[in-house]
């Protein structure tokens, strides 16, 4: 298998996974023309477009890759049943397409309807965790949110986290306002900062990492509950993350 990450817009990642037949499926195509590129200087065959959920910059180039790819199948939850979806999938469904096979997994927060797609150990999971960060909670409670995070959270620590979008940098200053004495934090945002200024992208990232720098996977921490205003173990972790994401949308 070969992953391929076409950058697209302004800051959004689209996803090609690839097979030894060059047969390739296309994961949140925010816009059409640089897959279309990808796939001719690599003649590569698409085989399928998942979508994780119905914002603009994920499913934008759904109609002009079908334009091209008339027969392509589209699978996506039922809120992009409107932005091309032909095959409305839900959690624990699997797409066997080739040598492909990808697990379901339904992620609400972000969106009502966001799911994510696994092959091991590929996460596809759209605008669910990002690294460093989390989606903002756009139709979705908190308490939705961070469960659909521990539910990523119980896949394998070389679990590859395919988002959708490079945040990293500013996601990391927050993470350093939150925990400004966490070293591995620090060196996290140092490198990161790197990559970005000669241009390189930092995602995918994987479980293991994330679960020592994202402070959204570590609310239990006291001193991150202290940082904030909770006085520790005074509340429930949902209500911490609450807390923190509310924080972090007027950081
Ligand atoms: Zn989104």
């Excluded at 697990?103 to 990002?130: K, N, S, W």
């Excluded at 988002?163 to 939150?178: D, G, I, L, P, R």
């Excluded at 402070?215 to 005074?234: M, R």
Aim: negative net charge.
């Amino acid at each position: 298998m070969e992953l391929i990450r076409i950058p697209a817009l302004s800051d959004n990642y689209i996803w090609l996974l690839c097979d030894e037949n060059k047969h390739c499926v296309i994961i949140d195509p925010a816009e059409s023309e640089p897959v279309i590129d990808i796939l001719a200087a690599n003649q590569f065959i698409p085989a399928a477009i998942l979508l994780t959920h119905h914002h603009h910059d994920h499913v934008g180039g759904v109609p002009g890759l079908l334009k091209q790819h008339p027969e392509l199948p589209v699978y996506g939850p039922e809120e992009t049943q409107h932005k091309g979806a032909t095959y409305i999938v839900h959690e624990h469904d699997t797409i066997n397409t080739g040598s492909f096979s990808f697990r379901v997994m339904e992620l609400p927060g972000h969106t009502l309807g966001h799911i994510a797609f696994y092959q091991a150990p590929y996460l596809f999971c759209g605008d669910t965790l990002f690294s460093g960060g989390c989606g903002r909670l756009f139709e979705g409670t908190a308490e939705q949110m961070f469960s659909s995070l521990e539910k990523i959270l119980s896949l394998p620590d070389d679990t590859l986290i395919c988002c959708a979008h490079e945040y990293t940098v500013s996601n990391m200053k927050f993470a350093k306002a939150v925990l400004p004495n966490n070293q591995i934090i620090h060196d996290y945002y140092q490198e990161t900062l790197k990559l970005r200024e000669n241009n390189q992208a930092t995602i995918p990232t994987n479980l293991q990492t994330e679960k020592k720098i994202n402070v959204f996977l570590n609310c239990h921490d006291i001193y991150l509950q202290k940082n904030i205003g909770i006085k520790p173990n005074s509340m429930s972790l949902s209500s911490v993350f609450q807390q923190l994401r509310a924080y972090k949308d007027r950081f």
